[in-house]
């Protein structure tokens, strides 16, 4: 049995393979344990929701990858990964939150399978879907491995996208613009707001022409009022009302890509506060994007923000965006390249951001963002094409 249906060429996943291992040698890893599952479906294609049990990806220097899980959950590798069914390995369903074994015991009997057993070997220790249980079982059972960190070093590899992969995100833009477009025609005061969201999930998921809707790694954001001073709370069934501000955070989702896009709607007439805060946030975001440039750094366009923010009083400490692509729950973020004054990584063609100038205050919130491509020349070019405000519904 073959993938039905690869999201890229062969060709393309050999590329990425390729700078893997390039980056394996500098780190003098003999191997690479992968267990992000947005970096094992960059690495071979992998695509399920199983990442609630342990499962990943072995990179080799001179082999095809392997793609290691639960048994029942080989029959999806084998539908989703570019390689041979032999490089399919399963483990049986009595691990699976066994307080008498662990996956990692199984794991640790194919990894000596391989001659690896003093071998020195990466694994992704800061992840959301690598415990230290795991950690310490592999410890146990391969006491002659050295072990080393190798979190993020596949997902270095993914800041650069190729025009595939940007192709996928434009797609996931075009969905965010119909989501946010219905949202803003359908939130009136009084509605409650589990029927807007159940709405964003219907558009989201039907998507725009033949690019159909996946599920996005993180579920919409709505915080209203004075909730809006809290960035990541959800939703519930509240009417929305007249007098508040509620910003809608979102993102189209087309084959695992994102393109995350934030718009503030404000039903009523708006306080003179808020308003000066959206005119010193937008020229910001102006700024910002204009700073956005090859050969510049990520720190600039967090530089570019601060200043009007900072001319209007407006103190922010939080980070300005991060670099977006292929991802899965719960985070959309690739956790590289962060936009802040510190981080001087330089900017490159292909690289692309969520710019998210959000502003969080002690009792009110306003979010106007950007998902951003990295040109050759020129400034940024943003992925949706929405007015950059805060919405009005008097």
């Known amino acids: 049995m073959t993938a ?148 993020g070093l596949v997902n270095w590899q993914r800041t650069i996208k190729s025009p595939a992969e940007i192709r996928f995100m434009r797609n996931a833009a075009a969905i965010s613009e119909k989501v946010v477009d219905g949202l803003l025609e359908r939130v009136e005061p009084g509605i409650p707001k589990n029927e807007i969201v159940a709405e964003i999930y219907r558009d989201a998921i039907r998507g725009v022409g033949d690019a159909w809707g996946d599920y996005p790694a993180i579920v919409p954001l709505l915080p209203s ?32 890509y994102h393109a995350p896009f934030c718009r503030t709607l404000f039903l009523g007439d708006p306080p003179d506060f808020l308003l000066r805060a959206e005119a010193a946030l937008v020229e ?53 390249i962060s936009l802040r004054t510190e981080d001087e990584t330089v900017l490159q063609p292909g690289m692309t951001f969520h710019f998210m100038p959000g502003l969080w205050m002690k009792d009110w919130g306003l979010e106007i963002t950007e998902s951003i491509l990295i040109r050759e020349t020129g400034p940024a070019e943003t992925f949706c094409n929405r007015p950059r405000k805060m919405f009005v519904k008097p």
């Open 4 to 151: 039905y249906d690869l999201s890229f060429t062969t060709a393309e996943y050999h590329a990425r393979l390729t700078r893997t291992r390039e980056a394996m040698e500098q780190a003098g890893l003999d191997a690479l344990f992968v267990t992000d599952p947005s970096n094992q479906a960059w690495l071979t294609g992998y695509d399920g929701w199983s990442f609630y049990v342990h499962q990943g990806v072995i990179v080799l220097p001179d082999a095809d990858p392997i793609w290691w899980g639960r048994n029942i959950d080989a029959n999806g590798a084998l539908r989703t990964v570019w390689m041979r069914p032999d490089r399919v390995l399963g483990y049986a369903d009595n691990y699976v939150q066994s307080t008498e074994r662990h996956p990692m015991h199984d794991l640790a009997l194919r990894l000596s399978e391989l001659r690896l057993e003093r071998a020195h070997i990466g694994v992704e220790m800061d992840n959301y879907f690598f415990s230290a249980r795991a950690m310490d079982v592999l410890y146990t059972e391969l006491p002659q491995v050295r072990w080393a960190d190798a979190t």
């Open 225 to 256: 009022g004075t909730d809006a001073a809290a960035p990541h709370l959800t939703w519930n069934s509240r009417p929305f009302t007249l007098g508040e501000a509620t910003y809608f955070e979102i993102s189209g989702c087309y084959r695992r």
């Open 284 to 336: 910001g975001l102006e700024a910002g994007l204009d700073a956005a440039r090859a050969g510049n750094r990520a720190c600039d366009i967090a530089n570019a923000l601060a200043a009007p923010l900072e001319r209007a009083g407006i103190e922010r400490g939080a980070r300005c965006g991060y670099c977006i692509g292929l991802s899965y729950p719960p985070d959309w973020g690739e956790r590289t």
